[in-house]
């Protein structure tokens, strides 16, 4: 047990629970903030969450697996989302696709063995003017091709924060 972690999860539960008042409106906006202390929902997160909010695990896995920003297993430091529907498949996101695979010698939702990257595909991020867009630790990456991928593995500081913090009402 973590219990820095434990600490500040059960801090930021307190704030959530002075502006979420009803119901389950905390649910996904405390998801977020596990994700955030943990790097991903870990089985210590959901459990001190179900705690908190007298519910299940399980019923916080069912919401978190219907969302596709939410893990349930470690991402690397860099978690890299392209988007490959229509408008960025035709623009080639999957040669971008097969780039990242190419560069970081791993598979979807696999982590490098430094723990640096990790990656995976998504639907329609509503940036279908930008092909091939995506995101890099939640910040938007556009216009993306097989060329300058490279730069983002080679200088993620560059793109995005290691860790960022998602802003709640």
């Known amino acids: 047990m973590n219990l820095e972690k434990v600490q500040e999860l059960r801090e930021e539960l307190e704030n959530l629970k002075k502006i979420y008042k009803k119901g389950n409106s905390i649910i996904i906006p405390a998801l977020w903030r596990v994700q955030e202390i943990y790097g991903y929902l870990s089985d210590e997160g959901l459990e001190i969450l179900a705690n908190e909010l007298n519910t299940t695990k399980e019923k916080l896995l069912q919401v978190a697996t219907f969302y596709h920003f939410f893990h349930t297993k470690p991402t690397g430091k860099y978690h890299i989302y392209i988007c ?46 930008q092909p091939v867009a995506g995101f890099i630790n939640m910040k938007r990456i556009t216009n993306l091709n097989k060329d300058n991928i490279k730069d983002i593995i080679e200088n993620p500081q560059n793109y995005a924060p290691e860790k960022t913090k998602i802003e709640l009402i």
């Open 84 to 129: 490959t529907n229509v408008s960025c498949m035709l623009n080639f996101a999957y040669e971008v696709v097969d780039e990242l695979r190419n560069i970081l010698k791993v598979n979807e939702n696999e982590v490098t063995p430094d723990g640096m990257f990790s990656w995976e595909e998504i639907e329609c991020i509503g940036l279908c003017d």
